[in-house]
């Protein structure tokens, strides 16, 4: 064990996935219902990873300030996205650290951005409702060296799917039950 990351179980299963790539597919869904007024409760779908199904039995509330029409009772959409995007860059941190022997003491992301409403709320159609950038900044405490770190980070880039998700064009498919 490292990182209380079970060495030789993350090497075993990278061996598994390069002789059988089928155990490397992961499919993952939620199911959302609206509660009240902005606030929402969100529930994880099993998941499945290779020939596996996974019991994934969570649920979260998703709520937006009072300023934003909420009740201020849980993190809005935006907060769970980019904490959903840092979680994933930890894990591929903490993966590549452990693959490459260094020991974490300490790790900490930041990841900060700017919305311009207007955009949300339809007043300027040139205004793109989404976030035009993200900053991110690793704060870490470990055994390694600054190049090593570096390499780390330039891994989670590569690497990260939510990462990725979010900074390349993912292909989304929409439909309307009533």
Known sequence: ???????????EYANEVKEQNIQGKASYGINLNWESGTKTTVSTKNMI?????????FNFTIDE???????????NPA????????????VTFMAGAT????????LQLEIDG?????GFLGLNPEINPGFPELKFIFHVQGNGTQEQYERLIE????????????????????????
């Open 1 to 11: 064990m490292l990182n209380n990351i079970n060495i030789a179980g993350l090497s």
């Open 49 to 57: 990873l290779g020939e596996h199904k996974l019991i994934r039995d």
């Open 65 to 75: 300030p009072t300023q934003l029409l909420g009740v201020n009772s849980a993190p």
């Open 79 to 90: 907060e769970y996205m980019l904490g959903g995007m840092a979680g994933c860059m930890a």
């Open 99 to 106: 693959a490459m022997n260094i020991e974490i003491n300490q």
């Open 114 to 118: 700017e919305l311009d409403l207007q």
């Open 155 to 178: 891994r989670v880039i590569m690497h990260s799917p939510n990462y990725n998700t979010i900074k390349n064009k993912v292909k989304l498919i929409g439909e309307l039950k009533s």
